[in-house]
């Protein structure tokens, strides 16, 4: 435990500092080799990784209908229903963030414009691992489905395993019918390229190692109209916790984000010195029950449990960190939910962990993190669409529009934007 107000200035910017994401030149020059591989040989590029990287002896690309067709066969009963019922949340929530246009006349005979156009094409990345992910597919699927663009989604598949049931069958709810066997760099160039087997798309969600964020960043950087969804980190999550919270619930939510991985990173922000240290023996006691309690720990070696004065000096902490997820396990915590400032996504009230946003309670688990909360939004459905203007002027608009147009060009240096202005007031004189 540390008191904040004992810190100096830079102990305290120590305290909220991440841990660094060491991306080294071989990544990047191992990622260069694995998208020119894709672009020079295609399918076939995707089969050998496969094989390397995977361990498949007998790798396949796309998988066939009948399979994601038959895979609700293949769950059981409280697993299916449990995906069903977090695909209704997460539908219903996005749903409402359907874009509607308008138009406006800013002046007479000037009308305006705006409208939104679905991307036409998207690539989702789900992660492979030690477990499937049926929630990744989920959270970006509903957001696809929603706005109509044709779907790509890739996933890698270990050894001679077949893909999870569970993955094709969240799929199959997003109406989902191309899914590519294949992971990593490869699968991330592939869907930029385009393959034989692999449909090029426009923009690529979804969360992934160092070789996926790195093939993500290279391909959005050097090929034309190809973007990718946020950057990405290392998860993480903040809690403002007071004297009444619930020692167990702190502990609980702290590692929840501490197990995702070595480099995650988990803070406390509390009011109470008894809480702090009833929360430490908490943490001891649940990490002797989980299974991934070495990864939690190492997390917790990059994490802290700050002892503030106030919630308000809480709150203002939070601000300058910017998490990933923000817990407010405080009396009336409502009341406070308008100082948040600068959080990727906000659970509020003691009943309300993490967990239910990372699947099922209806928000988006694709979040900023290292940060990028300040600058960047939760994933919404307003990510697969473009919006563009349209703009159309009346003779007698573009009579009283020059008197801007005009002064503007001549004051920017540019005569051939002015004359395209000229041209047409004399044919509009000449009549």
């Not at 040989?41 to 050998?48: F, H, Y």
């Not at 749903?95 to 991307?119: D, F, H, M, N, R």
């Not at 993480?236 to 702290?254: K, S, T």
Request: proline share 5%; glycine share 6%; net charge negative.
């Amino acid at each position: 435990m540390l008191c904040w107000n004992e810190e100096s200035p830079q102990q305290r910017k120590q305290l909220l500092a991440r841990p660094a994401v060491s991306v080294s030149a071989d990544v990047k020059a191992v990622v260069e080799n694995i998208i020119n591989d894709v672009a020079t040989r295609g399918d076939q590029a995707l089969l050998d990784m496969a094989n390397r990287f995977d361990g498949r002896t007998q790798p396949r690309l796309l998988v066939p209908s009948v399979e994601i067709a038959q895979s609700a066969a293949l769950l059981s009963a409280e697993l299916k229903a449990a995906i069903e019922q977090a695909y209704q949340n997460i539908r219903s929530f996005h749903a409402k963030q359907l874009p509607q246009g308008y138009s406006l006349e800013t002046q007479p005979g000037v009308s305006c414009e705006l409208q939104y156009q679905a991307i036409e094409a998207v690539g989702l990345y789900v992660p492979g691992g030690s477990a499937p992910l049926p929630s990744s597919v989920l959270m970006q699927g509903v957001c696809a489905q929603l706005s109509g663009a044709e779907v790509v989604l890739a996933t890698p598949v270990k050894g001679n395993e077949k893909i999870n049931p569970a993955i094709l069958y969240a799929a199959k709810l997003c109406g989902i019918t191309k899914i590519v066997e294949a992971g990593g760099a490869g699968a991330i160039a592939a869907m930029a390229l385009g393959t034989a087997s692999v449909q090029r798309v426009n923009k690529v969600f979804g969360p992934g190692n160092s070789f996926v964020t790195m093939a993500k960043q290279l391909l959005s950087q050097s090929l034309p109209g190809f973007a990718i969804d946020m950057p990405a980190g290392p998860s993480e999550v903040l809690v403002i916790a007071d004297e009444r919270a619930n020692p167990a619930f702190i502990a609980a939510d702290l590692l929840s984000q501490a197990e995702h991985g070595t480099d995650s990173q988990v803070i406390l922000l509390c009011n109470s010195k008894a809480t702090i240290e009833a929360t430490e023996r908490q943490l001891e006691l649940q990490l002797a029950t989980l299974p991934r309690a070495e990864i939690a720990r190492a997390a917790l070696a990059n994490s802290s449990l700050i002892l503030v004065e106030s919630l308000e000096q809480a709150f203002a902490i939070s601000a300058e960190y910017g998490p990933e997820h923000l817990i407010l396990q405080i009396a009336d915590a409502e009341r406070y939910v308008p100082l948040v400032k600068n959080a990727g996504s906000v659970f509020v009230g003691d009943y309300t962990p993490e967990s239910a946003g990372d699947y099922a309670s209806g928000t988006n688990h694709v979040l900023p993190t290292y940060g990028y909360s300040k600058t960047y939004s939760s994933l919404s459905l307003l990510d697969f669409y473009r919006t563009y203007t349209i703009q159309k002027i009346s003779k007698n608009g573009l009579i009283n529009l020059s008197s801007a147009i005009l002064p503007l060009a001549s004051a920017e240096g540019l005569d051939a934007h002015a004359n395209a202005v000229k041209i047409r007031l004399e044919a509009l004189n000449n009549d």
